[in-house]
């Protein structure tokens, strides 16, 4: 039986090339890939990411190739993420600690995670959440696919995370003790380096926000604690880290390299590499 691929994401905005790199490598492994977004509406890739033309300000060069340009372009308007999955459906919503009846919604919604793991775990083998400018909108913050997360490290099947798609894991804790899941971990992630000073967009939005509106690399210099470690590796060209269960890229580049890193998770056992 095929391996199924669970790959969330944004509704505001996704980077082809992030989302082509893996798909690619499930393709070729034979993976089936199921795609999801916060309330299941279809998604759609930045402009710039299928323009071979367009030049990243902070890089001062293309970052698309014409080759993967078209090939993102055409998965883009495919038929493949006509109707993704509702995290919304898929993952309760926590109550507010001030809701009528708090204990007993309480209850409700931990009996509801619980089955997470028997349901939606059991199901995929790996999760995978997708880069671009659109995650910083609806997934970052997004409790429910924190939630997705947790039950996908809880059990030790990957978690590929790209560029600022990194940032759910920074976010993704435990109730309890609010550490961040990557504590002590080994990632990557969108380097300062590479941050727009303006001009960050979002699809959908007419609305120019200057710069992002938190350094990533900041808040995964301090998710991962005094015994982990963020790895900008700003001069190479490539930025891929494993440390099981989480496997980190960087930025556009690193797509490729990703999907491939996780196909070696799953098939080979891979636990560690790039650092």
């Avoid at 920074?170 to 109730?175: E, K």
Wanted: hydrophobic residues 35%.
């Amino acid at each position: 039986m095929a391996r199924k691929i669970l790959v969330v994401l944004s509704e505001y905005g996704y980077w082809g090339e992030e989302l082509l790199g893996p798909v690619t490598a499930f393709d070729r492994q034979g993976y089936e890939t199921h795609f999801a977004t916060p309330s299941g509406k279809r998604p759609v890739a930045l402009p710039p990411s299928l323009d071979p033309a367009y030049v990243d300000p902070p890089l001062g060069r293309s970052v698309t190739t014409p080759e993967v340009a078209l090939r993102a372009r055409e998965l883009d308007e495919s038929d493949r993420l006509d109707d993704p999955i509702s995290i919304a459906d898929l993952v309760p919503e926590r109550p507010y600690n001030s809701a009528p009846d708090f204990l007993r919604k309480a209850e409700a919604y931990y009996r509801e995670i619980a089955r997470l793991d028997e349901t939606v775990v059991a199901t995929y083998d790996a999760l995978v959440i997708v880069g671009g400018s659109g995650p910083i909108v609806d997934l970052a913050n997004n409790e429910r696919l924190h939630e997705l997360i947790l039950a996908f490290a809880r059990t030790g099947k990957p978690v590929t995370a790209e560029c600022y798609g990194v940032a759910c894991l920074a976010f993704a804790r435990d109730w309890e003790d609010r550490a961040s899941i990557i504590w002590g971990k080994h990632v990557t992630g969108h380097c300062k380096e590479y941050d727009y000073k303006d001009g960050t967009g979002f699809v959908g939005v007419d609305f120019n926000m200057g710069p992002p509106p938190y350094p990533l690399e900041y808040i995964l210099r301090d998710a991962t604690g005094p015994d982990g470690r963020y790895h900008g590796n700003v001069g190479k060209e490539t930025s891929v880290i494993v440390d099981h269960p989480f496997i980190t890229a960087r930025s556009t580049p690193d797509s490729f390299l990703a999907g491939e890193k996780t196909v070696e998770a799953l098939e080979s056992g891979l636990r560690r590499y790039g650092w």
